[in-house]
């Protein structure tokens, strides 16, 4: 494929483009070390420390400081059938894990659904991330407000390395999604996960 003749006219600007904004230098580039350098020393306890060099040391990319995740959480949101419709074969949660698992990702990151229906074989070979809030597209006039869908406690318990969650800031209701994900992210660090 040659990416010049995709480019166009902009391809030198795009491709020879330096930033002058931030200086390369003041950058935490990945590396091999990148938890090591970035990580070790700050509040993160040992038990979140661990589940993020899971998270690191997983998959195709393990231990270059890259980290490939499969995000399949936008099924609450828009629908499993929006999801899924062109690959029905993603309505089974195990497919979804499977993927991930195949293509050599660093971990999952998907709804308390999915990854509790095969958490019990699949938490040990992939690291779980689950997605603890979501917003819903399936009313009219559509919203948009992340709520919670389950607690720390239960990804937890379902064997998650980390939760993730969302946050609309400026929103009317970013305020309450900020402490919301912040008791959260205090749970979630207290039990050894890290948080996305």
């Known amino acids: 494929m040659d ?5 166009g006219d902009e391809a030198e600007a795009l491709l ?14 990945p590396g091999p070390d990148f938890l090591e350098r970035v990580f070790l020393d700050t509040n993160r306890n040992p038990q979140v420390l661990r589940n993020l060099a899971a998270l690191y040391g997983h998959g195709r990319l ?4 890259y980290v490939s ?15 899924f419709a062109p690959n029905p074969k993603y309505f089974d949660p195990k497919n979804i894990v499977e993927l991930a698992i195949e293509g050599g ?3 999952v990151a998907s709804t308390f659904g999915v990854l509790a229906a095969c958490s019990r074989r699949y938490a040990h070979r992939i690291p779980f991330i689950v997605k603890i809030n979501h917003n819903e597209l399936l009313t009219y006039p559509n919203t948009f407000d992340q709520i ?11 064997g998650a390395a980390g939760v993730g969650a969302t946050i609309y ?23 050894g996960m890290f948080t996305v």
């Open 16 to 29: 020879s483009h330096e930033t002058k904004t931030i200086p390369k230098a003041g950058l935490e580039l």
């Open 62 to 65: 393990a231990d270059t400081g």
């Open 105 to 107: 990702c660093n971990a």
């Open 169 to 191: 800031f400026g929103s009317e209701e970013s305020g309450r999604q900020i402490q919301e994900v912040a008791d959260a992210f205090e749970e979630a660090h207290s039990l």
């Open 3 to 7: 990416v010049k003749s995709l480019l």
């Open 148 to 158: 919670m869908f389950g607690s720390v406690r239960e990804a937890y318990d379902l």
């Open 69 to 83: 995740i499969l995000p399949v959480d936008q099924g609450i949101e828009h629908s499993a059938a929006a999801s």
